[in-house]
């Protein structure tokens, strides 16, 4: 350091040779990166977790189901809509539930994904929430019952997941949704569920990891775990990925960015998609897993599915009631769908809503969705008629009746 | 190709790379390969718009400067070709429009089915990007050579200076004579520019996608749901869209500026500290410079200027600024915005001559209650023109104006503030700005050497190293808060 003239001021000349770059050692500038790095990563986590930035992670791998919720994480959904909720201890979209249920509570159970999730509203304007709140709010001017036992609670358990397809739905009633002890099930389909059912066998490397279905020769719903189990190294548990999922407002950053690069940017997911298959996993070690089978007719195989809900809940006393997301962008393949779905839920025992009708009977229909969400006056919307369907078909009211 | 996009972020760094690394003779033409591909990733038929003007616009320069008998008839040419050009691209859709509904309100008026009836081809003109810029500066080229300017001799340079990526399609209005000046002085690789030029790049995209993008989510439902909007919300509309355009647009300009500045040239200053303008007139001085100079220089002084009676004055400065309102776009609301500045223009030159006149009013001017009040009007103002230029409709000014003096509880657009980052990141930016304006006074020479900032100072200009990690935070810091949805620049449409 050079030293200061008499009075401490520097002369032209010796402030531009400070500034200079000098070399430094080598040791220096490591240690110097290192505590920069350091402390510029101390400083963003922070900085992150004050304003609720990166804190959109909610997904993690999960051997079963190809994804699942994190238990407990606090998410700030910020990429469509706001909320910044907590998920429940046991990885749901709600509040925290028990699995006994509790006399004389109607217990409904909503399947669905991105939709039913509802992550673009905040938990209360959820229509899962919103349902129950207008549920149990008529009960003082109701007598309500279900199978003769008086209904003295409504509570709507919420198990949307983003991306699950009916085929996802189907495995999460079996081994989660049952355990609760729903008395009626909903499910919300949407559109892009009927592909997301089956694999394209020719695009295996690319498929989502997640379990497909399938209709063999006989008829009978199967399932095909083959990308699964191609993906198990991925799916399985890592601490330091978990870790960072779990705590880490950079990683969620980056997650975030390559979730927006993802649908923004055709060109990133080009890239994306080339990089998948260049490192596509190999066949699964035990070649059984790797079955081969006739191209599927996705209407078919997401029909055997809900024909495969429906029958396991009327088994198990259950009602069961299929609900259409709305086609108000008059999506013509949608809408074929829906024309076949109406006759069909009456073909398998299930109720049905039309979601379509009700919101383009809305003057302001525009204002019931965010781009590709409800809102939350869509959520309103679908909460009614969720209301109105279990009034109405599900349970008695006996004083309604009574006046009958 | 936006700015920021994953391709420009694969583009920037592959040429810069390839720039540096080519022998001096490859680097012009390698820009100007670079350019043309950058212009035709978004639509490779119009490349060969650009060429073609700019083809057009190099012969009619060196026709100009040779041909002294027929160089006024030249270069009236050259300005019906080049302002034909841009109202065929920009403004033919508007024209039709605007003559079928006068022709179908005449109709109307008269009851005339035949009037009512009638009906205009339909041109559907898909208006090339960045039109409105490259004219500008073909228009300004021909002129400054009319005026005496040395015209470019050589075809490549030229067309470089036309089609230079950086500020190829919104600006800023480059000037031939200064671009020709760094082509023809060519510097090697300076560290000191290029750090420039990231940090610029880094400081734009921080205020385009942070600041801007996350403002312009909040304005946007602002002005989609003016009904609904409580008188808070309303000006909360109203203010956030004029600084949403500010940190759009001079985000554009810093990476523009930085992108040019790693390829070791430099592109005029756009912005200037415009909110602290005490009048309009200091405001349009400080706004977009590059496009209140060309309009100044090409427009308001050949129409007369500041020279002739008062209606003459006037005159100039309202057909300059509604001509320029109408430059921003082919909808009458950008002329009414235009025609609105001009008045605001005319009320501020007049009170200027006004105060001038009294020499108490004079003294007082220069008190800081003047300028600051001054400086408070200006910005009311100026969020009141924003609304003209953002509204979808005439009829949705006077709502969003009527909401804004309604005395009614804030609604959605508050809680939606309140809930989203940009309160964070604005203030993290101010915190940055004070931060530089600090160092930018601090007068090193006077600094004792002793003192803990000026260690600091010279530690951190003396480690590349840290800076790297620096610039790095800041580049994370913005991935963290950009808003889900990549928006394109607001005057990419101009």
Same mark, same amino acid.
């Given at each position: 350091?050079?030293?200061?003239?008499?009075?401490?001021?520097?002369?032209?000349?010796?402030?531009?040779?400070?500034? %200079?770059?000098?070399?430094?050692?080598?040791?220096?500038?490591?240690?110097?990166?290192?505590?920069?790095?350091?402390?510029?990563?101390?400083?963003?986590?922070?900085?992150?977790?004050?304003?609720?930035?990166?804190?959109?992670?909610?997904?993690?791998?999960?051997?079963?189901?190809?994804?699942?919720?994190?238990?407990?994480?606090?998410?700030?959904?910020?990429?469509?809509?706001?909320?910044?909720?907590?998920?429940?201890?046991?990885?749901?979209?709600?509040?925290?539930?028990?699995?006994?249920?509790?006399?004389?509570?109607?217990?409904?159970?909503?399947?669905?994904?991105?939709?039913?999730?509802?992550?673009?509203?905040?938990?209360?304007?959820?229509?899962?929430?919103?349902?129950?709140?207008?549920?149990?709010?008529?009960?003082?001017?109701?007598?309500?019952?279900?199978?003769?036992?008086?209904?003295?609670?409504?509570?709507?358990?919420?198990?949307?997941?983003?991306?699950?397809?009916?085929?996802?739905?189907?495995?999460?009633?079996?081994?989660?949704?049952?355990?609760?002890?729903?008395?009626?099930?909903?499910?919300?389909?949407?559109?892009?569920?009927?592909?997301?059912?089956?694999?394209?066998?020719?695009?295996?490397?690319?498929?989502?990891?997640?379990?497909?279905?399938?209709?063999?020769?006989?008829?009978?719903?199967?399932?095909?775990?083959?990308?699964?189990?191609?993906?198990?190294?991925?799916?399985?548990?890592?601490?330091?990925?978990?870790?960072?999922?779990?705590?880490?407002?950079?990683?969620?950053?980056?997650?975030?960015?390559?979730?927006?690069?993802?649908?923004?940017?055709?060109?990133?997911?080009?890239?994306?998609?080339?990089?998948? %298959?260049?490192?596509?996993?190999? %066949?699964?070690?035990?070649?059984?897993?790797?079955?081969?089978?006739? %191209?599927?007719?996705?209407?078919?195989?997401?029909?055997?599915?809900?024909?495969?809900?429906?029958?396991?809940?009327?088994?198990?006393?259950?009602?069961?009631?299929?609900?259409?997301?709305?086609?108000?962008?008059?999506?013509?393949?949608?809408?074929?769908?829906?024309?076949?779905?109406?006759?069909?839920?009456?073909?398998?025992?299930?109720?049905?809503?039309?979601?379509?009708?009700?919101?383009?009977?809305?003057?302001?229909?525009?204002?019931?969705?965010?781009?590709?969400?409800?809102?939350?006056?869509?959520?309103?919307?679908?909460?009614?008629?969720?209301?109105?369907?279990?009034?109405?078909?599900?349970?008695?009211?006996?004083?309604?009746?009574?006046?009958? | 190709?936006?700015?920021?996009?994953?391709?420009?972020?694969?583009?920037?760094?592959?040429?810069?790379?390839?720039?540096?690394?080519?022998?001096?003779?490859?680097?012009?033409?390698?820009?100007?390969?670079?350019?043309?591909?950058?212009?035709?990733?978004?639509?490779?038929?119009?490349?060969?718009?650009?060429?073609?003007?700019?083809?057009?616009?190099?012969?009619?320069?060196?026709?100009?400067?040779?041909?002294?008998?027929?160089?006024?008839?030249?270069?009236?040419?050259?300005?019906?070709?080049?302002?034909?050009?841009?109202?065929?691209?920009?403004?033919?859709?508007?024209?039709?429009?605007?003559?079928?509904?006068?022709?179908?309100?005449?109709?109307?008026?008269?009851?005339?089915?035949?009037?009512?009836?009638?009906?205009?081809?339909?041109?559907?003109?898909?208006?090339?990007?960045?039109?409105?810029?490259?004219?500008?500066?073909?228009?300004?080229?021909?002129?400054?050579?009319?005026?005496?300017?040395?015209?470019?001799?050589?075809?490549?340079?030229?067309?470089?200076?036309?089609?230079?990526?950086?500020?190829?399609?919104?600006?800023?209005?480059?000037?031939?004579?200064?671009?020709?000046?760094?082509?023809?002085?060519?510097?090697?690789?300076?560290?000191?520019?290029?750090?420039?030029?990231?940090?610029?790049?880094?400081?734009?995209?921080?205020?385009?996608?942070?600041?801007?993008?996350?403002?312009?989510?909040?304005?946007?439902?602002?002005?989609?749901?003016?009904?609904?909007?409580?008188?808070?919300?309303?000006?909360?509309?109203?203010?956030?869209?004029?600084?949403?355009?500010?940190?759009?647009?001079?985000?554009?300009?810093?990476?523009?500026?930085?992108?040019?500045?790693?390829?070791?040239?430099?592109?005029?200053?756009?912005?200037?500290?415009?909110?602290?303008?005490?009048?309009?007139?200091?405001?349009?001085?400080?706004?977009?410079?590059?496009?209140?100079?060309?309009?100044?220089?090409?427009?308001?002084?050949?129409?007369?200027?500041?020279?002739?009676?008062?209606?003459?004055?006037?005159?100039?400065?309202?057909?300059?600024?509604?001509?320029?309102?109408?430059?921003?776009?082919?909808?009458?609301?950008?002329?009414?915005?235009?025609?609105?500045?001009?008045?605001?223009?005319?009320?501020?030159?007049?009170?200027?001559?006004?105060?001038?006149?009294?020499?108490?009013?004079?003294?007082?001017?220069?008190?800081?209650?003047?300028?600051?009040?001054?400086?408070?009007?200006?910005?009311?103002?100026?969020?009141?023109?924003?609304?003209?230029?953002?509204?979808?409709?005439?009829?949705?000014?006077?709502?969003?104006?009527?909401?804004?003096?309604?005395?009614?509880?804030?609604?959605?657009?508050?809680?939606?503030?309140?809930?989203?980052?940009?309160?964070?990141?604005?203030?993290?930016?101010?915190?940055?700005?004070?931060?530089?304006?600090?160092?930018?006074?601090?007068?090193?020479?006077?600094?004792?050497?002793?003192?803990?900032?000026?260690?600091?100072?010279?530690?951190?200009?003396?480690?590349?190293?840290?800076?790297?990690?620096?610039?790095?935070?800041?580049?994370?810091?913005?991935?963290?808060?950009?808003?889900?949805?990549?928006?394109?620049?607001?005057?990419?449409?101009?």
């Amino acid at each position: 350091m050079p030293t200061a003239s008499k009075n401490g001021i520097l002369q032209e000349p010796q402030v531009v040779d400070l500034f %200079k770059e000098r070399p430094k050692s080598w040791f220096s500038i490591v240690i110097e990166t290192f505590a920069a790095t350091f402390f510029a990563v101390i400083f963003l986590e922070i900085f992150f977790r004050l304003c609720g930035v990166g804190g959109q992670e909610f997904l993690q791998p999960d051997l079963e189901f190809g994804t699942a919720h994190i238990p407990n994480k606090q998410v700030t959904w910020r990429l469509e809509g706001y909320s910044n909720n907590y998920l429940s201890s046991r990885g749901l979209r709600d509040s925290e539930h028990v699995y006994s249920k509790p006399n004389g509570t109607y217990r409904i159970a909503l399947l669905g994904d991105s939709a039913t999730e509802g992550l673009q509203v905040d938990l209360s304007e959820t229509f899962g929430k919103v349902a129950e709140r207008l549920l149990n709010e008529e009960l003082f001017k109701s007598n309500y019952k279900h199978n003769g036992n008086p209904i003295t609670n409504f509570e709507v358990i919420n198990f949307g997941c983003s991306g699950y397809s009916n085929g996802q739905e189907l495995l999460q009633y079996r081994k989660i949704v049952s355990a609760y002890d729903p008395d009626a099930l909903f499910l919300l389909y949407n559109r892009g569920d009927s592909v997301e059912n089956t694999l394209d066998q020719g695009n295996r490397a690319a498929a989502e990891p997640r379990p497909y279905f399938y209709v063999d020769k006989d008829l009978r719903l199967r399932q095909d775990d083959s990308v699964l189990a191609a993906n198990a190294d991925k799916l399985a548990p890592s601490p330091v990925l978990d870790f960072l999922r779990n705590n880490s407002r950079i990683y969620g950053a980056f997650s975030q960015m390559n979730m927006s690069l993802t649908i923004n940017e055709s060109r990133y997911r080009k890239l994306r998609l080339f990089l998948t %298959k260049l490192m596509a996993s190999k %066949k699964p070690s035990n070649a059984e897993e790797f079955v081969t089978y006739p %191209k599927q007719d996705a209407l078919l195989v997401t029909s055997s599915i809900l024909q495969e809900l429906a029958a396991e809940s009327h088994v198990q006393h259950r009602s069961f009631c299929l609900m259409t997301f709305p086609n108000w962008v008059n999506d013509p393949i949608l809408a074929a769908q829906y024309v076949i779905f109406e006759p069909f839920a009456n073909l398998i025992g299930a109720h049905y809503i039309d979601l379509t009708k009700s919101f383009k009977a809305d003057p302001q229909m525009r204002e019931d969705f965010l781009e590709f969400h409800f809102s939350a006056r869509g959520h309103a919307l679908v909460a009614r008629k969720l209301a109105d369907m279990v009034q109405r078909d599900l349970i008695t009211d006996e004083k309604v009746t009574r006046s009958r | 190709m936006l700015f920021n996009s994953f391709t420009y972020l694969v583009f920037l760094p592959f040429v810069v790379a390839l720039h540096w690394a080519l022998p001096e003779r490859f680097r012009r033409p390698l820009l100007l390969a670079a350019s043309y591909i950058f212009y035709m990733n978004w639509m490779p038929a119009y490349g060969l718009l650009i060429l073609a003007l700019t083809a057009v616009n190099f012969a009619l320069g060196l026709a100009i400067a040779e041909q002294q008998n027929l160089r006024k008839r030249l270069l009236q040419l050259g300005l019906v070709f080049n302002i034909g050009a841009l109202c065929f691209f920009k403004y033919a859709n508007f024209l039709i429009d605007s003559a079928l509904q006068t022709t179908h309100w005449l109709g109307a008026a008269a009851r005339s089915e035949a009037l009512l009836s009638v009906k205009f081809p339909e041109m559907n003109v898909i208006l090339p990007l960045g039109i409105s810029f490259f004219t500008f500066e073909f228009i300004h080229y021909i002129v400054d050579v009319y005026r005496g300017s040395k015209p470019v001799k050589n075809f490549f340079d030229f067309a470089l200076f036309a089609a230079f990526f950086p500020s190829q399609i919104a600006g800023p209005i480059k000037r031939f004579q200064d671009f020709m000046h760094q082509l023809e002085h060519r510097l090697g690789f300076n560290s000191a520019e290029f750090r420039s030029g990231v940090f610029l790049i880094l400081q734009g995209l921080f205020k385009k996608v942070v600041l801007g993008d996350n403002l312009g989510i909040l304005v946007s439902y602002g002005f989609t749901h003016i009904g609904q909007l409580g008188m808070i919300d309303a000006w909360l509309a109203m203010a956030g869209f004029q600084f949403q355009i500010f940190f759009d647009f001079s985000g554009y300009t810093d990476i523009g500026r930085g992108s040019a500045l790693l390829l070791g040239y430099k592109v005029p200053e756009n912005f200037d500290w415009p909110f602290i303008s005490a009048n309009l007139t200091e405001f349009w001085r400080r706004w977009h410079i590059s496009l209140s100079t060309w309009l100044r220089d090409y427009l308001f002084i050949p129409l007369g200027g500041s020279r002739g009676t008062p209606n003459t004055v006037r005159r100039n400065i309202m057909l300059t600024m509604t001509l320029g309102g109408l430059w921003h776009g082919a909808a009458w609301h950008y002329v009414l915005w235009g025609a609105f500045h001009g008045a605001g223009l005319m009320f501020s030159k007049d009170w200027h001559d006004f105060v001038s006149a009294k020499p108490l009013l004079a003294k007082m001017r220069e008190s800081k209650v003047w300028h600051y009040s001054g400086v408070c009007i200006t910005m009311l103002f100026l969020f009141i023109a924003g609304t003209i230029f953002r509204a979808a409709t005439l009829a949705d000014i006077g709502h969003m104006l009527e909401r804004a003096t309604s005395f009614t509880p804030s609604g959605g657009l508050t809680q939606l503030f309140l809930q989203s980052t940009f309160p964070a990141c604005l203030a993290v930016y101010i915190a940055f700005l004070a931060v530089r304006v600090w160092l930018d006074n601090l007068d090193k020479h006077e600094v004792d050497l002793t003192v803990p900032v000026l260690k600091f100072l010279i530690w951190w200009d003396t480690s590349t190293h840290v800076r790297a990690v620096a610039y790095a935070t800041v580049a994370v810091a913005t991935i963290g808060f950009a808003p889900g949805k990549i928006a394109p620049f607001i005057y990419f449409q101009f």
